[in-house]
């Protein structure tokens, strides 16, 4: 049987092939657009797909431009959506549905690869924070603008200041510098400081993984943080599994 699992947010529509011993294959990101998603899931992938696998925060039209688009390959399309209970994983919200599936999923692929406490950042339009402890309890998160969508508002009200570039410097000596240092230090910033938070909660520091497609910058400023960039795609394959099974 071909499965493919499709991660489809705000800014991008990541998928890869669901391997028969449940990992995920080689991930690919695909135009984003709703005038192109068609064009570009026909050109990637294969003809014919036996079931998708699909978590979406996109807006509704986006989303209903790929359910179509996979429509006419596949013989079944599964979407994902938030659990209050999963396995070990207990999600903390009173109504779960308020929790974003990727949230969710990117909780399930980290207890998937972390059996202690887990501190996961998404950095893609927002900045998620979720943590869980070693037993499988989503203790509850944060959320805030990420740094592009920082530099993105501020160049909204102020055309003057650019909307991306830059290096980041502890004091920086030009504008574009400054900006980046402030936006991508103030993501930095919130991460520390829930860490600090998670560590005094549960008497040890949690494992600290980000994803998202801005993980790249902040994780440089993060010392012993891992990089998943396939996090949300593997707690959908986590997911499929246990919904291909029922």
Not at 56 to 68: F, G, H, K, N, Y
Not at 162 to 191: H, K, M, Q
Request: hydrophobic share 45%; net charge negative.
């Amino acid at each position: 049987m071909s499965a493919w699992l499709f991660d489809l947010g705000n800014t991008r529509l990541k998928c890869a092939p669901l391997l028969a011993d449940g990992r995920v294959g080689e991930a690919i990101a695909l135009p984003h657009r709703e005038e192109d998603v068609a064009a570009a899931i026909a050109q990637h992938l294969p003809a014919r797909i036996d079931v998708a696998y699909l978590a979406s925060v996109a807006q509704p039209t986006l989303r209903v431009a790929v359910l179509d688009a996979l429509a006419s390959r596949c013989g079944r399309i599964s979407i994902a959506r938030t659990q209050p209970r999963f396995d070990e994983l207990r999600i903390a919200y009173a109504d779960p549905r308020k929790l974003g599936v990727d949230r969710f999923l990117a909780l399930l692929g980290a207890r998937s690869r972390v059996r202690g406490p887990a501190l996961v950042c998404g950095v893609g339009t927002a900045l998620t924070i979720d943590l869980v402890d070693a037993d499988g309890q989503h203790l509850g998160g944060r959320i805030a603008p990420s740094p592009t969508l920082m530099r993105e508002v501020l160049h909204a009200r102020a055309p003057q200041l650019a909307e991306a570039g830059g290096a980041y410097e502890a004091f920086a000596r030009d504008t574009e510098d400054a900006l980046a240092s402030g936006c991508e230090g103030a993501g930095v910033a919130l991460i520390e400081q829930s860490l600090a938070a998670a560590t005094a909660r549960l008497g040890d520091a949690p494992s600290v993984l980000l994803h998202g497609g801005g993980s790249d910058a902040l994780a440089r400023h993060l010392r012993n943080a891992t990089e998943v960039a396939t996090l949300v795609l593997e707690g959908l394959a986590r997911w499929a599994s246990v919904e291909t099974a029922d």
